[in-house]
């Protein structure tokens, strides 16, 4: 099980390299096109807007298993402490229904979007399809809020404690 959440991991972590890798080209092109040729690349703002959007949902659950949520470590020397894993375990549940409601309002707007068909400005590329996508990658993170262990005090937090 390990050996197959490791595979998985190093599949979207390459996965986000390669897109982040075409999003940077696209830019450096479109760039030289304007610049240099007074040609832009036709959709450069639609294919950017959606590889970023792919970028952010694609890592957000790689980044909640880990526990990589911004966080302030002023009191980890207090709060890693063992009689406070209620407390986060509390965070988590906090974390994974923010997570869900999220996951559950693109879900509403898959339906929307495709009753009123929209599509990106240049390209007309359908956002059902996104919003899909959006709502998969969330639902996932919420429900590995829920499953991510519980941090532990380092030796360095424990000095601050004693």
């Known amino acids: 099980m390990r050996s197959m959440q490791q595979d998985i ?3 979207v972590s390459l996965l986000l390299v390669v897109m982040l890798s ?6 450096f092109v479109d760039v030289i096109g304007r ?9 450069a703002n639609d294919i950017t807007e959606h ?3 792919l970028i952010i949902f694609s890592g957000l659950p790689l980044l909640t298993a880990k526990r990589g949520h911004l966080s302030i470590d002023l009191f980890d020397a207090w709060l890693l402490q063992p009689k406070w894993r209620l407390w986060h375990k509390a965070v ?3 974390i994974a229904s923010v997570l869900g409601l999220i996951a559950w309002e693109y879900f509403i707007a898959i339906d929307e979007a495709r009753q009123i ?3 990106s400005s240049a390209l007309t590329i359908p956002r059902s399809w996104m919003y899909t996508y959006i709502t998969c990658t969330t639902a996932i993170a919420a429900l590995l809020a829920l499953l991510v262990k519980a941090p532990i005090a ?3 937090a424990e000095e601050f404690a004693s």
């Open 51 to 53: 590889l970023m959007a």
């Open 35 to 43: 610049r240099i040729f007074n040609t832009p690349v036709f959709g």
């Open 154 to 156: 380092d030796t360095h």
């Open 92 to 94: 988590d549940v906090l």
């Open 22 to 27: 075409a999003m940077v080209a696209l830019t």
């Open 117 to 119: 068909n929209e599509v």
């Open 9 to 11: 991991q190093q599949a």
